[in-house]
């Protein structure tokens, strides 16, 4: 059956470029871990998991066990990483299905430890990383905390300490204080693990900014000097998303951040159709509670895609999607399933045509900042609300 035109169409070719471009900046020795949470950032996991896997991706990041088992299903040879805790009771799938996870509680280490050790697993058998709250107050256990986690790891634990993980919470900052300062935390946190006599292969700190950012050689270093590998983890960029860093740099902007403004590319357009053209004449009120009315006899364009598609309501009257390669005002409320737009000086608009709510048409583009500045937020929510009804198509 032919459906009702709201779709999201995904490059899947540009993602892969994407990835290799982020392993060609960063230093040879560091490995980076593609984050396909939250069903690829809205980008559709079926799609965009098995992408990065033939662009060279050996690990990749899931925020939930049920995520890591679909990751599993798509790719059958990659490493995958749980980054958002598991749940009482999913011990058993992140064995069966050869998940690694991220613990940091005693609970987490006890429901994998009876599950390896049900499933019969040798002593060292089971990877998990260790997070490290080095200053975000969200995930990972305090300096405090560590040693009676690090006592679990002895030689009968079916549990292997493969890595240590912690995440930077101002990674985007340009002036770098925050993430220094967790950087220092990181190292006393590395030294317990020493003086604990345990050695895990990874260190794994960082998001798109830290590899933009040319930071990658920092992390890189202070795994060497432990004995470690570095592994980063970009998300944002993969989809082709240049980090805006805060503040901008004034000066010595790193060449990676030139480089990857040039070299990523969008992944996701979303699009929609012409559903019918009306004329309206001078007083005409349009749409809900009359937010609009037309001053002058005006041609209204339908469009099917509402706020139940994830077109943010508020973009009402405030914000123009793309038609016939020309930016056309929305004009009073967005519905649950409806858009209107003014196209009174859109010469030839009719149903049928196709309709850009995010991304490029002709040689206007509209971008997932230009969304994020228009409604409060940021790209990640820009991209992640867009509904699940609207479906989601390899192109
Ligand atoms: C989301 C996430 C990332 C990726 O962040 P981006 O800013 O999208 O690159 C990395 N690590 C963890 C733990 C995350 O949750």
Known sequence: MQMRPCWVEIRTHALEDN????????????????????????????????????????????????EGVAARGLCPAARIMVMAGVFPGQGEAVVEHGLTADIWEPAQIDN????????????????????????MSRQGASLEDLAPLLARFGPQSPLKLEGIMTHLYAADESNGVATQTQLAE???????????????????????????GAMDGAIANLAARHGMKAMLRPGLALYGITTRFSPPFESG??????????????????????????????????????????????????????????????????FSLLVRGQRAPLVGRISMDHAMLDVTEIPGVEAGDEVVILGTQGSETITAYEHADATGTIPWEVFTRIAARVRRIAV
């Not at 599950?115 to 002593?123: E, K």
């Not at 990523?264 to 004329?279: D, F, G, Y």
Request: charged residues 15%; glycine residues 8%.
């Open 19 to 66: 990835f290799r471009f982020l392993q060609s900046l960063a230093a040879s020795e560091v490995e980076l871990l593609a984050v396909v949470k939250a069903d690829s950032y809205g980008h559709s996991l079926d799609l965009c998991a098995p992408a990065v896997v033939r662009a060279g991706a050996r690990w990749i990041g899931v925020t939930s066990v049920e």
């Open 253 to 318: 902007e790193p060449p990676s951040l030139a480089a990857a403004r040039s070299e990523l590319q969008p992944v996701l357009t979303w699009k929609s159709a012409v559903m019918s053209v009306r004329n309206v004449p001078s007083g005409a009120v349009v749409g809900y509670n009359g937010t609009f009315v037309a001053t002058e006899p005006m041609r209204l364009a339908l469009v099917a895609a509402g706020y139940a598609d994830g077109l943010d309501r508020s973009l009402g009257n405030r």
């Open 112 to 135: 994998l430890d009876s599950a390896a050790r049900a499933a019969g697993l040798r002593p060292g058998s089971l990877p998990v990383h260790l997070e490290i709250d080095t200053g």
């Open 186 to 212: 990181l190292q006393l946190a590395l030294a317990r693990v020493e003086a604990a006599g345990l050695y895990p292969d990874w260190l794994s700190v960082g998001s798109s900014p830290m590899v933009i």
